[in-house]
């Protein structure tokens, strides 16, 4: 595991995030999915975002992502989708006809947070800092 640092922060925050093209449309494939991967690798490093894995499929996209911790998954997903939908479909003349309303992508996503720290270890760590008694999910250290 690979901690990052900012300028006041350590961090290792990870998200498992797809979405889908609007209807499921299979036009991911050849220069626009090539086009896509580059869009998306520049939209992510614009925003100090690191793409630890990625995929294309012809009609959705996987991508495991490190984000600094002043950004949501929410913000991110938008600012990818957002940016990549507009760029391809003024590159792609094509993709204009075929998703009308300017909208290249499905209106949701799928995201997971991801570690290598499970939640049982968490609650084992934060459990043996101090015994105050059973039931007690909340201790004070003093």
């Known amino acids: 595991m ?3 640092r900012g300028s006041h922060t350590v961090y290792n925050i990870e998200y ?3 979405w889908v093209t609007k209807y499921r449309y299979a036009v991911l494939a050849g220069e626009v999915a090539q086009r896509a991967r580059e869009l998306i690798r520049q ?3 614009r925003r ?7 995929s294309i499929s012809r ?4 991508l495991l992502i490190s984000c600094p911790p002043t950004m949501s998954p929410a913000s991110v997903v938008q600012y990818i989708k957002g ?3 507009k760029m391809l479909q003024e590159e792609f003349p094509h993709l204009q006809k075929k998703f009308w309303g300017q909208h ?5 996503y799928f995201c997971a947070t991801v570690g290598a720290v499970t939640e049982e270890m968490i609650k084992e760590y934060v459990e043996n800092q101090l015994d105050e008694g059973p039931g007690d999910a909340f201790k004070i250290h003093e």
């Open 2 to 4: 690979e901690y990052r």
């Open 16 to 18: 498992h995030v797809v």
């Open 43 to 45: 939209t992510c490093a």
């Open 48 to 54: 100090e975002i690191t793409i630890v894995r990625g």
């Open 59 to 62: 009609d959705h996209i996987h």
């Open 83 to 85: 940016r990549s939908s």
């Open 104 to 108: 290249l992508w499905a209106r949701g």
